[in-house]
């Protein structure tokens, strides 16, 4: 019986989320408080897992309320437009944060950012990449962000299985490290990337048995989510 009901409980929040026109300020009044904050914390768990099976952001440790909910899910839905203009190549999504709260997921094609193999930003990206500081990262100084980096399951010549797990490791760890350098030193706060870590092969996004798939599972993640300034100024009612 209780899996039944928690079944059911599950299948309405998915419901709730999914729901026809529903934007990041609408999802976000339903978290805030009460039981909408149970069913933020249970979608989160469901759909805003990023490689480490965790939530993007630490818990604040305090049910976040209605109004407060409210208005991070309309900056949310500010800050997603914003990336998707500043990253044409990029897919951006929203996501749930450690605390139930919205999220913006942004992913970048490490075809797109870095030579095969290799950890060096291509000048191409270089560019998408100033835009973003600069009109996301520093325009939004109470976003906090963690940068993501995973690869396909390609061995090294010449290594055995472990050794290429580590070595994509390393690399994944690079190309992570390499997105947060540049972004630091185009001006965003050095407060504000809380973390860049590189997961190798963990957490494929489709099948490394096609060039496609692999492919995809070549990527970087931006995490955009509330700062414990910007859940403050929420509750306040001065978030802008």
Do not use: H, W
């Not at 300020?25 to 009460?34: D, Y």
């Not at 604040?60 to 839905?77: C, F, P, R």
């Not at 490490?110 to 325009?139: H, I, R």
């Not at 972004?183 to 870590?197: D, F, H, R, W």
């Amino acid at each position: 019986m209780k899996k039944m009901k928690l079944g059911a409980f599950v299948m309405s929040a998915l419901m709730i989320f999914s729901g026809c026109g529903m934007n990041n300020t609408a999802k976000g009044g339903l978290i805030g408080g009460g039981a909408g904050a149970g069913i933020g914390a249970l979608v989160g768990n469901l759909i805003g897992r990023n490689a480490g099976g965790t939530l993007a952001g630490a818990a604040i440790g305090a049910a976040v309320g209605t109004g407060a909910g409210l208005l991070i899910g309309k900056k949310m839905d500010k800050l997603k437009a914003q990336a998707e203009a500043a990253v044409a190549d990029a897919q951006v999504e929203t996501v749930k944060d450690a605390n139930g709260l919205d999220a913006v997921k942004v992913t970048l094609a490490s075809g797109v950012l870095f030579p095969t193999g290799k950890s060096s930003l291509s000048k191409e990206s270089m560019e998408s990449l100033t835009t973003f500081a600069n009109d996301v990262l520093k325009a939004n100084p109470d976003c906090d962000v963690s940068i993501q980096g995973f690869t396909d399951n390609t061995g090294f010549k010449g290594s055995t299985a472990e050794e290429s797990i580590q070595k994509n490791i390393k690399l994944s760890q690079d190309r992570a490290d390499a997105v947060k350098s540049f972004l630091l030193a185009k001006g965003a706060g050095v407060n504000q990337i809380k973390s860049s870590v590189g997961f190798g092969e963990e957490n494929p996004v489709a099948s490394n048995e096609t060039a496609d798939g692999r492919q995809q599972n070549r990527r970087v993640e931006i995490y955009l989510y509330a700062s414990e300034d910007m859940v403050k100024s929420a509750e306040a009612g001065t978030l802008q």
